[in-house]
């Protein structure tokens, strides 16, 4: 009689070293912001398919509950520090992470929170909360690179999502960021769009302001509001001269550069200088 063999289960085949290679861990953090520029990588739709198949996502709580330690490949921060807890917190954030790129206005200039910056943030508590005791907060809103090194800044209110998969994909691929570092006047030159503030005369802060969305106001007949900030070497003396050669008055120039890149140096200067004025 024949004696039956056991089947033998062999191992499987040891992996290709291309198939070990660990994804890179991205982390997204969030702080004094409101979640806009986290929704920019939510709405990147298809991009985002490819981004989530070449790392692996470790930390997004606008996406996901799950959560993955550090150390990080890579850091987005959105927000800015408005706390003590949140000035601990970022340094936290940066020794866990091999790249830091800051997200947004918020991120990279204290955000429209920055505006309590130039008045006196008690009046402010003690008009919005019934008990201001239990408040704690800092006098200013500042942007991150003001608490730890930042790689990279990326700005916008919010940031061009085509602008975040390029720098993404730049640092993971160990190459520097392709982002623009003109004025939105480029674009709109590019778009064949003509001079709101030549043809108008209507205030655009466009001259002085980074590029990154398109030209999207001045398409619609209306100035630039800076929501990218400062664009490299900006100018913003000469601009407040122009607008006040178009009968703009001094509160209003001020108002102008105090948005949501209030804190930014550039415009954070113009204003304060034009408010000077107003004395």
């Excluded at 340094?91 to 991120?107: D, E, M, P, W």
């Excluded at 709101?196 to 398409?219: F, K």
């Excluded at 900030?229 to 913003?236: A, D, S, V």
């Excluded at 550069?257 to 004395?279: C, G, I, T």
Aim: hydrophobic letters at 35%.
């Amino acid at each position: 009689m024949k004696q039956k063999t056991k089947k033998v289960i062999r191992p499987a085949q040891e992996k290709s070293p291309a198939a070990k290679r660990r994804k890179p861990k991205v982390a997204v953090w969030k702080f004094a912001s409101c979640d806009g520029c986290q929704l920019s990588l939510l709405d990147c739709e298809d991009e985002l398919l490819a981004v989530a198949g070449a790392v692996e996502i470790a930390n997004f709580p606008e996406a996901t509950r799950a959560f993955v330690k550090g150390p990080y490949d890579l850091s987005l921060v959105e927000g800015s520090i408005t706390t003590p807890h949140d000035a601990e917190r970022i340094h936290q954030v940066r020794r866990a992470s091999k790249y830091l790129i800051t997200i947004g206005a918020c991120a990279t200039a204290g955000g429209i929170q920055a505006l309590r910056n130039f008045k006196d943030v008690k009046d402010f508590i003690s008009i919005v909360y019934a008990t201001p005791d239990y408040i704690s907060t800092l006098n200013k809103s500042t942007p991150i690179a003001d608490h730890v090194f930042v790689d990279f800044e990326l700005r916008g209110c919010p940031i061009n999502k085509m602008q975040l998969v390029e720098v993404i994909s730049a640092f993971l691929h160990g190459r520097k960021p392709n982002t623009p570092p003109h004025s939105v006047c480029t674009e709109c030159k590019r778009r064949g769009i003509v001079c709101v503030m030549v043809a108008n005369g209507t205030p655009c802060l466009g001259p002085v302001t980074h590029a990154g969305c398109d030209a999207l106001c001045p398409s619609y007949q209306r100035g630039c509001f800076g929501c990218y900030g400062p664009k490299e070497t900006p100018n913003t003396a000469s601009l407040s001269d122009w607008w006040s050669g178009l009968g703009v008055k001094e509160q209003d120039i001020v108002r102008a550069f105090r948005n949501f890149n209030a804190y930014a140096e550039a415009f954070r200067k113009e204003s304060e200088a034009r408010e000077v004025r107003l004395v």
